[in-house]
Every structure is written in structure tokens, then in C-alpha cells.
């Protein structure tokens, strides 16, 4: 038996192996790019091809993915585990083959890259490929599949996946990734002690759960109370990230508000409308928020979409945007 570590990321993984089988429990601790268009309107973004010392290290691809809905709004794929040095995810390609005749379906294959570590030898990059399956119509990873049946193939007709000649279509589409309430439920009864945000981690992230489960009249007290245990665990991100999306009307993942233009060099983020409550944070010129109320003092409250597909809310100077 020989325990060994490996490194995707920012995140340890320690693996016991014995004979042919192993054990993985985790423990806390200008951009070019291509443009594939999806049936829906919707499209898959991948940016920084590896180049340099990256390329070296772990070979052809693109560090970072993004799902991009019909309005514009982008969603990083695998944020929890963004490509570094020590390993993560590499996105190795995608274009319109991966997607099911439907539209509905599309395999994004990726390698999950490590730092393997065993005593006594030198540390070597490991790879495992994946063949996750997103839902095009919202952007969830609906499950990570591995080995054989990513060989197969999206059949010539309806969303069948075919390996060989097995029909392996469950398999690939029956959702696994956890949704709000059986996200708390696995952690709350679970009998070893766990972490809630290692739980979210295994499920691609707090973005992928929310775009897979999205905030709704069943679920807004679960997420409530993964909010509370994400603030104890000292996981701000995430908490703020889910914070984001509750203030939103149930069953939106975005507001259809007025979109805004910035139109000053900077227009500061204020954390309510009145000038004491100024933050350390701006927008710059030609950025795009959308609007979520007014006061008449000369205020908007605003949403803010970052790259990663976090929403940042907060107040600006009215007189610093126009509508777009």
C-alpha cells in the first residue's frame, strides 16, 4: 500500500492505493480565444490557450472555459479548479460534433491535470480525461464522466450516446450534480465530518450547483442555510455568490432590468446611495451593468457580471452610466 498526494490546483488530494483500486478523500486547504455557437443562441468560450512553460508542463489546450447564455452573460466552467502551475482542469477543445442533434447536449471534453507526488520518486504531472456533459440551455455540468464511454459518440438522432454500439445515454444526461436540498441534506446527516464547501467543490462549484438548481420558492431555504454554514466555514466567496442570486426574483438566474453603459473614466461602487459608504471598487469606461431600482437623490442600484460570472450588486452615480 502506498499513500501518495496529488495536486489539482489549489487543492490536495490524498490517495491510498492498494493493488489496482484507489481511495481519494479531499481536504480543504489580451486574452485570445474561440467562440463555439450553440442551437439555442447560447455558446461555449474557451480563452488562454496554454503557451510557454503551461505547454510544457501539461501540453495542448485552454486553461479557461466559459458557458455564455443567449444574453451575453458568461459562467466560468470549473472555477474551483482554474488551471495553475501545480495542475486543475485543461479544456482540450470543443466545437459543434460534441453537441446532440437536439441542441440540448454538450460534451466539453477536459483532462484533469495533477502534481503527483510518491515517496522516494520525483514529483510528475498526471492527466485523466473527462467528458463532462452541459446542458445547453442553462450552462449545468450535469455529470463528469471518465474512462471508456467518453470514446463514444452523440448518435445521428436525439440526444443518444452511443459507446460503440451501447446505448450509454443515462448514463451521460440523469443529472448527478447535487441540487440545494440534497446538497444540505448529504452534509447535515452525513457521519464523518465534512466541510459544506468541499461538498460544493465536488459539485463543480457554487456556480454550477446554482445554474443546474436555480434559486426557486422550494429551494430559497436551503440555500439560506447553506449561506449560514458557507460564513461559518469562512467561505465569503461562495456565500456571496449564492447572496447574489436570492436577492434575484425566484426562478430568474439574472434580472431582465435596463442595461446601463458606463460612461465616466471611473464610477465608484457604493455600498448604499449615500457618499460615506463609497467602497475601494470601480467600473471603468464602456462596462455594462444592469439596472435594479433608482432613487430620486440621483442613485441606481446595479448589477455587475464578472468574468468569472459572479454578480457584484451595489450603488453608482446615475449621472456616470446611460442606458445602452
Request: glycine share 8%; net charge neutral; hydrophobic share 40%.
Amino acid at each position: 500500500m502506498k499513500t501518495i498526494s496529488l495536486y489539482f490546483g489549489k487543492r490536495r488530494f490524498v490517495v491510498i492505493w492498494m493493488a489496482s483500486c484507489f481511495f481519494v478523500s479531499t481536504f480543504p486547504k489580451t486574452v485570445f480565444g474561440e467562440q463555439t455557437l450553440l442551437p439555442g443562441g447560447q455558446s461555449i468560450e474557451l480563452v488562454r490557450p496554454l503557451a510557454g512553460q503551461m505547454k510544457d508542463r501539461f501540453g495542448d489546450g485552454w486553461s479557461t472555459g466559459f458557458f455564455v447564455d443567449k444574453d451575453g452573460h458568461r459562467l466560468q466552467l470549473f472555477s474551483e479548479e482554474q488551471l495553475t502551475k501545480n495542475g486543475g482542469v485543461v479544456f482540450e477543445g470543443f466545437d459543434q460534433r460534441d453537441v446532440s442533434v437536439t441542441g440540448r447536449y454538450a460534451v466539453l471534453p477536459v483532462v484533469r491535470q495533477g502534481t503527483l507526488e510518491v515517496a522516494g520518486e520525483k514529483p510528475r504531472i498526471e492527466g485523466r480525461e473527462y467528458c463532462p456533459v452541459v446542458e445547453t440551455a442553462t450552462g449545468c455540468i450535469l455529470t463528469m464522466q471518465t474512462g471508456e464511454i467518453c470514446g463514444g459518440q452523440w448518435a445521428a438522432r436525439g440526444d443518444q450516446w452511443l459507446d460503440a454500439s451501447v446505448d450509454r445515454t443515462a448514463e451521460m444526461i440523469e443529472k448527478t450534480t447535487f441540487d440545494a436540498k440534497r446538497l444540505w441534506k448529504e452534509f447535515s446527516n452525513s457521519s464523518v465530518h465534512l466541510k459544506l464547501v468541499d461538498v460544493i467543490v465536488a459539485n463543480m462549484g457554487i456556480s454550477n450547483v446554482m445554474a443546474c438548481d436555480p434559486v426557486s420558492n422550494d429551494n430559497h431555504k436551503d440555500y439560506l442555510a447553506i449561506v449560514r454554514q458557507l460564513k461559518n466555514e469562512k467561505a465569503t466567496s461562495e456565500a456571496e455568490y449564492i447572496e447574489s442570486k436570492l436577492a434575484l426574483p425566484a426562478g430568474k438566474s439574472h434580472l431582465t432590468g435596463t442595461k446601463l453603459i458606463v460612461i465616466v473614466d471611473r464610477t465608484w461602487l457604493y455600498d448604499s446611495p449615500h457618499p460615506e459608504e463609497k467602497t475601494k471598487s470601480y467600473i471603468v469606461r464602456g462596462e455594462v451593468v444592469t439596472e435594479v431600482s433608482a432613487v430620486d437623490s440621483g442613485w441606481v442600484q446595479v448589477d455587475y457580471f464578472r468574468s468569472n460570472g459572479r454578480v457584484l450588486r451595489k450603488w453608482i452615480r446615475i449621472d456616470d452610466v446611460r442606458p445602452l
